[in-house]
């Protein structure tokens, strides 16, 4: 198991924004998709965003205009840039990386196929 260590996590007011940041091996990060995935109170854990090799991104369509997925290839590091932060937003906040050493362009969310994860950050938009 790869270490993926995750952080940015914390309570703000809605309106407001958080940056999460996720961090791995180089050897994983140059070869993966990247991901970010939620999981509220009792719920599944659902799709945020991905971004692929090639720097290609998806969103859910809950988050688009709102959140920004990128990465740093020189750090080996990848962020979610949550702005107007909603109460709905909040939940359990997990990194992924998909190995993709054969795909630029892949921008897939099945989490499933996710091999290499963060711990989770907790996120709690409210007053």
């Known amino acids: 198991q790869v270490p993926v260590v995750e952080s940015g996590g914390g309570l703000v007011q809605p309106g407001g924004s958080l940056r999460l940041s996720c961090a791995t091996s180089?050897?994983?990060?140059?070869?993966?998709?990247m991901g970010w995935y939620r999981q509220a109170p009792g719920e599944q854990r659902e799709f945020v965003a991905t971004?692929?090799?090639?720097?290609?991104?998806n969103y859910a369509d809950s988050v688009k205009g709102r959140f920004t997925i990128s990465r740093d290839n020189a750090k080996n590091v990848w962020y979610l840039q949550m702005n107007s932060l909603k109460p709905e937003d909040t939940g359990v906040y997990y990194c992924?990386?998909?190995?993709?050493?054969?795909?630029?362009?892949?921008?897939?969310?099945?989490?499933?196929?996710?091999?290499?994860w963060g711990q989770g950050t907790e996120v709690t938009v409210s007053y």
């Open positions: 971004i692929s090799r090639g720097g290609v991104t």
């Open positions: 180089r050897s994983i990060f140059g070869f993966s998709t």
């Open positions: 992924a990386a998909r190995w993709d050493p054969s795909v630029v362009c892949s921008t897939s969310d099945d989490q499933g196929t996710y091999t290499y």
